[in-house]
Nanobody, 130 residues
């Protein structure tokens, strides 16, 4: 099973930007769909964005569409979440996870359901506050 590691969380002011990274410890992310999720205090974990194995398919939660961009660099086996125009409501612990399915990830990206993902990282804290 993959062990994923998130990094890049920080405290920023509203309107600021951050870039989160997701890597696999000792493994490659090639072939897996990668999803970003977040959980704010007292709230359920929610979807943020996911990207398919080839990088050509993406899916975003409506709350972040147009502000966040997910991408992957296969040479570095890393998936990024570029977060711009951050709002206080984006404050949460952000997690990345890999799909159960490898290579044929079209349906995983289209559906973007938490149940299709495993190998969760430990999370990275993002705080947006003035």
């Amino acid at each position: 099973q993959l062990k994923l590691v998130e990094s890049g969380g920080d405290s920023v002011q509203p309107g600021g930007s951050l870039r989160l990274s997701c890597t696999a410890s000792g493994f490659t992310l090639d072939g897996y769909a990668i999803g970003w999720f977040r959980q704010a205090p007292g709230k359920k974990r929610e979807r943020v964005a996911c990207i398919g194995s080839s990088g050509s398919r993406r899916n975003y939660a409506s709350s972040v569409k147009g502000r966040f961009t997910i991408s992957r660099d296969s040479t570095k086996s890393t998936v990024y979440l570029q977060m711009d125009s951050l709002k206080p409501e984006d404050t949460a612990v952000y997690y990345c996870a890999a799909s159960y399915v490898r290579w044929n990830t079209v349906a995983v990206v289209t559906t973007f359901s938490e149940r299709d993902f495993e190998s969760w990282g430990q999370g990275t804290q993002v705080t947006v506050s003035s």
